[in-house]
C-alpha cells in the first residue's frame, strides 16, 4: 500500500508563491509517473502538472504554464509544485497522486490514470 502525503499549502497574497511537496512511502517511487491536480469548490477535480519517471518530462496544463514547475526527486522519494504568481483563481485543495501503471512511458492527464492519492493540501490565494 502506497502512501502519499502533501504539504506546502496555506494562505498566501496574490503574486505570491508556494512550493508544495509530496512525499511518498516504499520503494518503488521511482518506477512511477507522478501528477499534481486541484479541486477548487463547486468543481471537479483537474490536471495541473505530471513527470516522468526519471523526471525528464513534465507537462503543465495550458493555463499554468509560465507559473507552475513540477519537479522530483527520487532519492528522496519527494515530488514538488512551484507555484509563482499565484492568483485567487488558484485557489483550491491540490492533490499528489501516482500514475497508476509500472514503467509507463506517458505522462497522463487523465485522473483516472491515477490511482493512489494524497490527503490534499489547501491553498488558499487572497486578492
Known amino acids: 500500500q502506497v502512501q502519499l502525503a502533501e504539504s506546502g499549502g496555506g494562505l498566501v497574497e496574490a503574486g505570491g508563491s508556494l512550493r508544495l511537496s509530496c512525499e511518498a512511502s516504499?520503494?518503488?517511487?521511482?518506477?512511477?509517473?507522478m501528477g499534481w491536480f486541484r479541486q477548487a469548490p463547486g468543481k471537479e477535480r483537474e490536471f495541473v502538472a505530471g513527470?516522468?519517471?526519471?523526471?525528464?518530462?513534465?507537462g503543465v496544463a495550458d493555463s499554468l504554464k509560465g507559473r507552475f514547475t513540477i519537479s522530483r526527486d527520487n532519492a528522496k522519494n519527494k515530488m514538488y509544485l512551484q507555484m509563482n504568481s499565484l492568483k485567487p483563481e488558484d485557489t483550491a485543495v491540490y492533490y499528489c497522486a501516482r500514475g497508476r501503471t509500472v514503467y509507463s512511458t506517458t505522462v497522463p492527464v487523465v485522473a483516472s490514470d491515477y490511482d493512489y492519492w494524497g490527503q490534499g493540501t489547501q491553498v488558499t490565494v487572497s486578492s
Open positions: 513527470i516522468s519517471r526519471g523526471g525528464t518530462r513534465a
Open positions: 516504499g520503494r518503488t517511487f521511482s518506477n512511477y509517473v
